[in-house]
């Protein structure tokens, strides 16, 4: 069974079948807002930057909104992969929530998820690590005052109307916010799609910027005034860059996407517009790595993982079908491996 779907820009592409794809070719890397979608990645980058991207001796930039920044500050702290396992364990086998949590509850244990996966030392190390430099993003309500309840909803409501009839109308009312530490701050100009604004990251704020990355609101609490940041209120990031693919500076080499999909949403207000698919000026030298339909379809239910699994089924039933998914997520890591060293991933990726 084919586990894999490979999706390139025309200059990734270009590269790779003139080049192949070695871990010396990447100098960036971005992940995805989509809460437990990122269980199909969860094995996956056990491979990919365990063994696979642990060769590359240049630096490089990652980047994440929502879960994605949480996969991607794991992967900045001085031993990833014992992060990734304690968060893994803690994701699949201790999560429990009553049957109808308040945002309160599910931030709670968000918050000890993530105290548990980057342990006491785990900010500091991701925020001055130089090989991987760690970019999260975050949005920011303008204007720039605490928003709750109603004042939040309405204008999240407007956000998404003027989102409706162009995408660049939505910055009237999101600001995009990147927390980025020194040396990713170097790899990106200052995005003009929407007002983005730039803050340094540092030990005392990325435990904020990521639990603000992933405050979906109406689910979790959003995160008010981040230490080093303008005032005002944070929450999702995956409104502005639900798959993000910021036009970085990749000089010779190219981004690589670990990702749920084999295409790119801009935002989270464009899920349901397939004409925007792919409209990001970043994707041009990027590599998207996606499971293939048929694996999809191979898992139980059918589908990857969603927040709603929560509430479709019983804990136990719930933890049994996540299990069959990180298994297949494995494979898909192996798979990977097996065909850039072998080179045959020139003849397995397409065009986006």
């Not at 309160?104 to 785990?122: K, M, N, Q, T, V």
């Not at 999240?156 to 990147?178: D, I, K, P, T």
């Not at 996606?290 to 999809?296: C, I, T």
Request: with cysteine.
């Amino acid at each position: 069974m084919q586990v894999l779907e490979m999706r390139a820009g025309p200059r990734a592409l270009a590269h790779i079948r003139e080049h192949g794809l070695k871990p010396q070719h990447v100098r960036a890397v971005s992940a995805a807002s989509g809460g437990p979608k990122w269980l199909i990645l969860s094995g996956f980058d056990q491979y990919f930057f365990g063994q696979w991207l642990a060769a590359a001796e240049q630096p490089i930039t990652l980047t994440g909104s929502s879960i994605g920044a949480w996969r991607m500050a794991m992967q900045a702290v001085a031993e990833p992969e014992a992060a990734r396992q304690r968060f893994l364990h803690s994701y699949i086998y201790e999560q429990r929530y009553p049957k109808r949590p308040t945002p309160a509850i599910i931030s709670a244990e968000c918050e000890r998820l993530l105290d548990l996966a980057l342990g006491e030392d785990g900010p500091g190390q991701a925020v001055a690590n130089p090989q991987r430099p760690l970019r999260i993003i975050a949005n920011r309500m303008a204007p720039g005052r605490r928003l709750s309840g109603p004042g939040l909803y309405g204008r999240l409501l407007a956000a998404a109307l003027a989102n409706r009839r162009e995408r660049a109308r939505l910055g009237r009312w999101v600001h995009r916010s990147l927390f980025e530490s020194e040396a990713a701050a170097h790899t990106l100009a200052t995005p003009q799609d929407l007002p983005t604004e730039r803050f340094r990251l540092m030990t005392d704020n990325l435990r904020p910027a990521l639990l603000a990355s992933g405050a979906i609101p109406g689910v979790m609490e959003v995160v008010h005034d981040i230490p080093g940041g303008s005032q005002g209120t944070y929450l999702d990031g995956g409104l502005t860059d639900y798959h993000p693919a910021l036009p970085e500076d990749m000089a010779d080499g190219i981004r690589l996407f670990p990702h749920f999909y084999p295409f790119a949403v801009p935002g989270w207000f464009d899920k349901r517009k397939p004409q925007r698919r792919n409209q990001l000026d970043g994707l041009d030298n990027t590599l998207i790595i996606a499971p293939s339909n048929e694996l999809v379809a191979s898992l139980p239910h059918g589908k990857i993982p969603d927040r709603k699994d929560f509430y479709r089924f019983s804990d136990a039933e719930r933890i049994a079908y996540w299990e069959k998914v990180v298994e297949a997520s494995e494979r898909m890591g192996e798979a990977f491996v097996e065909l850039s060293e072998s080179n045959q991933i020139t003849d397995s990726v397409r065009q986006i």
